[in-house]
């Protein structure tokens, strides 16, 4: 018997792999030498505040090993039993029909052919493909590595990402703070000392940070929350479902109905102006615009002023509770958790989330963002971290083999056709398709305005469909369209590469087995793929650098993507110069030889020892987030992607006048007239929400936002433990369903009790739900998690079939945020929920 | 001897189900004899959290409890098996031994706190070892190791302090708690005046029973709370209001209770 152990890196935390006998018998918190870590602390109130020495996991990642040996593996190439690529190819049996197996050689023989015979009818344009995101970890092997690398040399028609996760602020903030370089999130350096030291109250707003974990940091600011609550911080959760990073704080819980946060924001800011308790020296100095904002809140623009009372209406929260908030708000010194790493939460999310996420900046633009403890902190980032060490993430252009200075040369894609993520079925199905927007606008603001139209001028119609991973019938909208796209004669062929089954690899007609990150060679860094969210470790406690070694040989017949991708480049004629002759470990080598490490540990001890922590230096000066700007004075941050550090424009924001703009300048440029995002934020009636006629029909408000036990669709489904846990999924007959919580007196209203099988349904589609009737949710509001992995159609290949999987998402609009902000919009979504009667 | 042992702060958990799934993440498909053999696949849980909601919308409070073998001091499942199949260790460590118990279904039924499990496969009971394996090797139980707020933690040796699980089972566990939930009250007060309401924020609410008397203030939002009693009927709740007769509401029930709205007349 022989026991070894390995390192790698998950995408929620650096772990220890023991390996009996070529089996994982155990996957723990990587195992470091106490004396390789050097612990920061933080000094506030006579307290010193420091982290244990220890990596702190996100729960799933305890589920690894079920995952990797999960009966859901892709175990071999598939075929469609009724694709034939030289007579009939069935297409309107995707997700219907069964599969056979067969070899590599023949499946890479197959996609080879179909690769030419596309491209060579219609032009390499008529192929396109697109990744989902997150289900391994390691630079070399992430999605935009060997794909894009493989793809840009084929010439294919891209795919654009739409940020599903904080579309508000993406498509609303970057207009009135810029920060378009992480996407309209705030830097958040040093916001844990300046929030130990200096907070007196925090307000979650739409912010469930013990859940969304910082995204990629594990659980390592759990702790930060506890330390806070033992301080005494006060603490308001506005959210219209209790919860968890609610239920482990306690503090004040205010649950306004969904859609309507906006105008509580509005009544805040109408107690501060009618009271004169906002910052006015900062509003002078640091702001533009306010005197337009202050006539259209106290009314003036339409005859609304928009108080306390006139928010209650809307909110159904009482005037006095808003009127309590707004005064400790400015009496205290307030951060508030929204809108940074974590804070996601469903508010920007909906209809014209572009309002309230503009209104959170403009909020605390009014008590002088930038001060002491008055930040946009979601409080799940912002601990000491050493910038001065570069190492690459897979968002950074060096950080992947299609693009960085690691290889020997990048293929450029010289197709100029696009598609847009959430409108991918729209587009294929019903062409032509226009749009406007980049999709991930990281490089100015002007690329939320550019006008898309598909197919674009000389390109050809997508014939050709690559999938890798296949999680869409549990995150996009209104997904029952997707399943129609699959199903459309105009896509000739459709390969799906994945590590799982997952819903959307029954549409393939070819299936390839890929390999997870624990069975292949690959190097990264815990917590960020920096890019777009620059330096985003500093979520962690420790930043680590991890060897990830390859712990098992692949299972059953996977193949690491990389190798899939070689092999197809080497039916294509274009092998040699795909890898360089590098193997993944070799890939792994490149990367840390073009980032700072090897001046800290030479490769031959990285690789061997499997991790190099990077401790803060012990003369570490903090420079808290926007403190600069408050102050004006250049910025100090480390904030690499602000294209105005270090130049002469350093003291200024990235709004086109450098200040916050309570009336866009960018906006009132290029969109003057838009009434749905308007250049100054307006409270607008949900184009689905309580108001609407068909309120009438689906009086219910279904939520679902980030969920809390998996990473999106990863680890639900292909790890049986997490159906033991009841917040997650619940067994009734022996089938895990999703559960859907209804608050007591709807629940009554329906005869619904809780454990009951209920049907979720509207005019999109209906989803079988398990009841969990509690007072964690507010009355007409069903809170059901997104990201459900289980698409279970009990009619399979009916793409309006009723789904038991539990993907809330086939119930939610497609109609984006606004006219011109693409965004997703899965909060606006009314609903009706029934008792089940038909089998369970 | 020294006796290790746990503390729960059940105050701290977040309910993240770690503690849980590296539980049985150690034990699924591996043995570590003499002391435990293999769980069977997703099938047992000898680290479980437990969720308590109390009170109703929107005073609602939500409390995790994790539940492992709380290592009692009679420990009725020694009591219920033969041959000795299940003992005690010298620190204080309750073991059921994988061969001796095959066959004994008795020990499951035993423990009142349903940590023991049956793996119908090797007939055999099964719970928490405290991970005396890795104890033994100087580590620690693998729950602890994944909590991210150190609300399950091991002490070096028995603790008399603390809360007990269930007292009413009259079991004397080595395992004690913090913060395990009991019942509350609370309310909102607001003060109504000519156009509307305000919260009352600063008023003093006393609860008084025969023997004892606590006293808090209301914060902005006018919220009170009373948290961590056990019986509730027989109380009175007493809101005193400058210049008026204090407001008096005898309290009832046997659950958590939230009063809701109590408004201060005009004229404060
Ligand atoms: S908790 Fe149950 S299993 Fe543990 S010692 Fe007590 S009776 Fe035995
Ligand atoms: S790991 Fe810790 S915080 Fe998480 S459920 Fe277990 S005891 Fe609670």
């Known amino acids: 018997m022989t026991e070894q152990t390995y390192t790698n890196l998950t995408n929620a935390g650096p772990v220890t792999v023991t390996v009996r006998d070529g089996q994982i018998i155990r996957v723990r918190p990587l195992v470091a030498d106490p004396d390789d870590f050097k612990p920061w602390s933080i000094e506030a109130n006579g307290k010193t505040?420091?982290?244990?020495?220890?990596?702190?996991?996100?729960?799933?990642?305890?589920?690894?090993?079920?995952?990797?040996?999960?009966?859901?593996?892709?175990?071999?190439?598939?075929?469609?039993?009724?694709?034939?690529?030289?007579?009939?190819?069935?297409?309107?049996?995707?997700?219907?029909?069964?599969?056979?197996?067969?070899?590599?050689?023949?499946?890479?023989?197959?996609?080879?052919?179909?690769?030419?015979?596309?491209?060579?009818?219609?032009?390499?344009?008529?192929?396109?493909?697109?990744?989902?995101?997150?289900?391994?970890?390691?630079?070399?092997?992430?999605?935009?590595?060997?794909?894009?690398?493989?793809?840009?040399?084929?010439?294919?028609?891209?795919?654009?990402?739409?940020?599903?996760?904080?579309e508000g602020w993406h498509w609303g903030a970057t207009h009135t703070y810029g920060f378009y370089w992480r996407l309209g999130m705030p830097e958040q350096y040093d916001l844990l000392e300046d929030g130990l030291k200096n907070a007196e109250m925090i307000v979650y707003w739409s912010n469930d940070p013990d859940s969304t974990r910082g995204i990629y940091t594990g659980q390592d600011s759990a702790i930060w929350r506890q330390w806070l609550k033992d301080k005494g911080v006060e603490m308001v959760f506005i959210d219209p479902f209790q919860n968890y990073t609610a239920t482990a704080m306690e503090g004040k819980w205010i649950a306004p109905r969904l859609g309507t946060d906006t105008a509580m924001a509005m009544a805040i800011a109408y107690v501060w102006l009618t009271e004169e308790t906002y910052d006015k020296a900062y509003i002078e100095s640091r702001t533009v615009g306010f005197e337009n904002f202050k006539a259209y809140v106290l009314g003036s623009e339409d005859g609304k002023p928009k108080t306390p009372k006139w928010a209650a209406e809307e909110c159904d929260v009482p005037a006095r509770t808003i009127v309590a908030l707004a005064r400790q708000w400015a009496k205290k010194r307030t951060v508030l958790a929204g809108g940074s790493r974590g804070g996601e939460g469903g508010a920007c999310r909906q209809a014209f989330g572009?309002?309230?996420?503009?209104?959170?900046?403009?909020?605390?633009?009014?008590?002088?963002?930038?001060?002491?403890?008055?930040?946009?902190?979601?409080?799940?980032?912002?601990?000491?971290f050493d910038a001065s060490i570069y190492f690459p993430g897979y968002a950074d252009p060096d950080g992947r083999m299609s693009t960085s200075k690691a290889a020997d040369q990048t293929p450029v894609n010289p197709t100029a056709q696009r598609l847009y993520r959430p409108d991918v079925p729209d587009a294929i199905l019903n062409p032509p398709y226009s749009w406007v927007g980049e999709g991930f606008c990281g490089n100015s603001l002007e690329q939320q305005f550019k006008p898309y139209t598909y197919p674009a001028e000389g390109c050809s119609e997508i014939k050709l469909w690559y999938r890798y991973g296949g999680s869409f019938m549990g995150t996009m909208n209104d997904t029952s369209k997707w399943a129609e796209m699959y199903q459309s004669p105009k896509l000739e062929f459709v390969v799906n590469q994945d590590c799982w089954w997952q819903s959307e690899t029954r549409m393939a007609d070819i299936i390839l087995p890929a390999c997870t990150h624990m069975e292949r060679e690959d190097v990264g860094e815990w917590g960020t793929g920096n890019g777009y969210t620059q330096h985003a470790s500093n979520g962690c406690n420790f930043r680590v650098i991890v060897r990830q070694q390859k712990c098992i040989e692949p299972l059953w017949e996977s193949k690491s993507d990389y190798d899939i991708f070689s092999l197809?480049?080497?039916?294509?004629?274009?092998?040699?110069?795909?890898?360089?002759?590098?193997?993944?470990?070799?890939?792994?080598?490149a990367f840390f030889d073009i980032s700072d490490l090897p001046k800290h540990i030479s490769w031959e001890e990285f690789d061997e020892k499997g991790y190099y922590i990077i401790n803060v230096p012990e003369d570490y000066k903090s420079t808290p987030s926007l403190r600069w700007f408050a102050e004006d004075r250049n910025c100090d941050t480390p904030d690499l992607g602000n294209p105005k550090r270090l130049t002469e424009e350093a003291n200024?924001?990235?709004?086109?006048?450098?200040?916050?703009?309570?009336?866009?300048?960018?906006?009132?440029?290029?969109?003057?007239?838009?009434?749905?995002?308007?250049?100054?934020?307006?409270?607008?009636?949900?184009?689905?929400?309580?108001?609407?006629?068909?309120?009438?029909?689906?009086?219910?408000?279904?939520?679902?936002?980030?969920?809390?036990?998996?990473?999106?669709t990863h680890y639900d489904k292909h790890?049986?433990?997490?159906?033991?846990?009841?917040?997650?999924?619940i067994k009734k007959n022996g089938y895990a369903y999703w559960p859907a919580r209804l608050h007591p007196d709807d629940a009554a209203a329906r005869g619904i009790k809780d454990g009951d099988i209920v049907?979720?349904?509207?005019?999109?589609?209906?989803?079988?739900?398990?009841?969990?009737?509690?007072?964690?949710?507010?009355?007409?509001?069903?809170?059901?998690?997104?990201?459900?992995?289980?698409?279970?159609?009990?009619?399979?290949?009916?793409?309006?079939?009723?789904?038991?999987?539990?993907?809330?998402?086939m119930l939610t609009s497609s109609r984006l945020l606004s006219k011109n902000a693409p965004g997703m919009a899965p909060n606006s979504c009314l609903i009706e929920i029934e008792k089940w009667e038909g089998q369970i | 001897m020294s006796q290790p042992t746990m503390k729960v702060d059940v105050d701290k958990c977040t309910g993240c189900y770690a503690c849980f799934l590296a539980c049985r993440d150690e034990y699924t498909g591996n043995d570590y004899l003499p002391l435990s053999a293999a769980q069977p696949p997703a099938s047992q849980s000898w680290m479980r959290v437990e969720e308590i909601e109390r009170g109703t919308f929107p005073k609602l409070k939500v409390s995790y409890i994790p539940i492992m073998c709380q290592q009692c001091e009679d420990a009725p499942c020694i009591e219920a098996s033969t041959d000795g199949a299940v003992y005690r260790r010298d620190d204080g460590i309750v073991i059921i031994d994988p061969e001796k118990a095959k066959g004994q279904k008795a020990i499951v039924d035993s423990c009142p706190y349903g940590v023991i499990f049956w793996n119908a496969e090797k007939a055999l009971a099964q719970k928490c070892t405290f991970c005396a394996h890795l104890l033994e090797a100087g580590g620690e139980p693998r729950c602890i190791e994944a909590c991210p707020v150190a609300a399950i933690q091991l002490a070096g040796d028995r603790l008399d302090e603390g809360e007990k699980l269930h007292p009413e089972f009259?079991?004397?566990?080595?395992?004690?708690?913090?913060?395990?939930?009991k019942n509350f009250v609370t309310g909102e007060v607001v003060i109504k005046s000519e156009d509307g309401e305000e919260c009352a924020a600063n008023v003093t609410v006393v609860l008084k029973s025969?023997?004892?008397?606590?006293?808090?203030?209301?914060?902005?939002?006018?919220?009170?709370?009373?948290?961590?009693l056990t019986e509730l009927a027989g109380r009175i709740l007493i809101i005193h209001h400058d210049g008026h007769a204090p407001i008096e509401i005898p309290l009832a029930g046997e659950t958590s209770i939230d009063l809701g709205l109590i408004e201060l007349g005009f004229g404060l």
């Not at chain 1, 935009?144 to 996760?165: A, C, E, H, I, Q």
């Not at chain 1, 790890?719 to 999924?729: E, K, Q, V």
């Not at chain 2, 025969?210 to 961590?228: K, L, N, P, Y």
Request: glycine share 10%; with cysteine.
């Open chain 1, 49 to 166: 505040y420091s982290p244990p020495k220890k990596f702190n996991l996100s729960p799933f990642t305890f589920a690894e090993r079920e995952r990797i040996y999960s009966e859901n593996r892709i175990k071999y190439p598939m075929k469609r039993v009724d694709f034939d690529p030289n007579g009939d190819r069935n297409p309107q049996n995707r997700g219907k029909s069964g599969y056979e197996r067969i070899s590599w050689e023949e499946a890479s023989d197959l996609i080879a052919k179909e690769i030419t015979r596309v491209s060579d009818t219609y032009g390499s344009s008529a192929i396109s493909g697109m990744t989902s995101s997150h289900h391994n970890w390691g630079i070399v092997g992430y999605k935009m590595g060997p794909f894009w690398r493989f793809f840009n040399k084929l010439g294919y028609t891209p795919v654009f990402d739409n940020p599903d996760s904080w």
């Open chain 1, 354 to 384: 572009t309002e309230w996420a503009r209104m959170m900046v403009l909020l605390q633009a009014m008590q002088g963002l930038g001060k002491p403890g008055v930040s946009i902190w979601g409080t799940t980032m912002g601990a000491p």
């Open chain 1, 568 to 589: 197809l480049a080497d039916k294509l004629g274009f092998g040699e110069e795909f890898t360089e002759g590098k193997s993944d470990k070799d890939w792994a080598k």
């Open chain 1, 652 to 712: 200024q924001l990235g709004t086109y006048s450098g200040k916050i703009e309570f009336v866009s300048e960018s906006l009132s440029e290029h969109f003057p007239d838009d009434q749905e995002r308007p250049v100054m934020p307006h409270y607008i009636d949900s184009w689905e929400g309580h108001k609407s006629p068909l309120a009438g029909k689906y009086p219910l408000q279904l939520l679902s936002p980030h969920p809390r036990f998996t990473f999106h």
């Open chain 1, 719 to 729: 790890t049986p433990s997490l159906d033991d846990i009841p917040g997650h999924r």
């Open chain 1, 759 to 809: 049907k979720l349904y509207n005019d999109r589609a209906g989803v079988l739900c398990c009841a969990v009737v509690t007072g964690r949710v507010r009355p007409s509001v069903i809170h059901a998690y997104a990201s459900s992995a289980v698409y279970d159609p009990l009619d399979p290949g009916d793409p309006n079939s009723i789904d038991r999987g539990g993907c809330v998402n």
């Open chain 2, 170 to 181: 009259g079991l004397d566990p080595a395992v004690k708690y913090a913060g395990l939930p």
């Open chain 2, 210 to 228: 025969d023997t004892e008397e606590h006293s808090t203030v209301t914060d902005i939002f006018g919220d009170f709370e009373f948290d961590g």
